[in-house]
């Protein structure tokens, strides 16, 4: 297993965040991964329009998952309307 950063940006809505994020963590159990923190960056504006959002709630997930599950979780997160953006990165040891 290797250590992810998780970058997520959720829609401002309260209701759109807490079930974009309910699905995302869902997701994460579902393939395996484990959740070691979240950090609320807070809401903050978009450089640009993506899904028709121009402000965004962003959260750090950092997790530890295993590489070949990454490509399943993207897929399963193409899915999720209430997550407007997200990011893998890989932290070195």
Known sequence: MRKYELMT???IDEDKYKTGLE????VLTEFGAEIE???SYGDRDLTYEVKKQKRGRFLLLNIKVNPAKVLDIDRQFK???????YMFV????
């Open 37 to 39: 923190s979240e950090e």
């Open 23 to 26: 699905a995302a963590r869902a």
């Open 9 to 11: 940006i959720f829609p």
């Open 79 to 85: 899915l999720n309307n209430n997550l407007v953006k």
């Open 90 to 93: 890989r932290v070195e040891e």
